[in-house]
């Protein structure tokens, strides 16, 4: 059955979306999807500057998406939950229905 959302809630939840609303955030989090990574490493990863990367990674971390921890001068990012990779994996397979659903529509007007 389905959690009745408060209105509470769903601005919690519609601020979760909106972070991942960003391509920036979402390569950052392909990106780490690999293991934890350094700000350096992401820049490198990703093509987005420093500055980039380190505003979006403290969205982010603010709305729990990833955790951080400090390694001596570096402080290297993780996914905190995989689960966000399930919200991913569930937007592309649609997409990729969309996409045949119109190729097919297509291949009957020929």
């Known amino acids: ?5 408060t209105p509470a809630l769903l601005e919690l939840v519609a601020e979760r979306f909106r972070v991942l609303g960003e ?4 390569r950052l989090l392909q990106a780490l999807r690999d293991g934890p990574a350094s700000v350096t490493r992401l820049v490198t990863a990703t093509g ?3 500055a980039n990367v380190s505003k979006h990674l403290q969205l982010l971390h603010g709305t729990g998406f990833v955790t951080r921890e400090r390694r001596g001068s570096f402080v290297e990012y993780a996914i905190a939950s995989p689960d966000v990779f399930v919200l991913c994996d569930v937007m592309c397979a649609q997409l990729d229905d969309d996409v045949a659903r119109r190729r097919a529509a297509l291949a009957a007007t020929r």
Do not use: N
């Open 1 to 5: 059955m389905a959690r009745p959302m």
């Open 48 to 50: 987005l500057t420093q």
């Open 23 to 26: 391509p920036a955030r979402l």
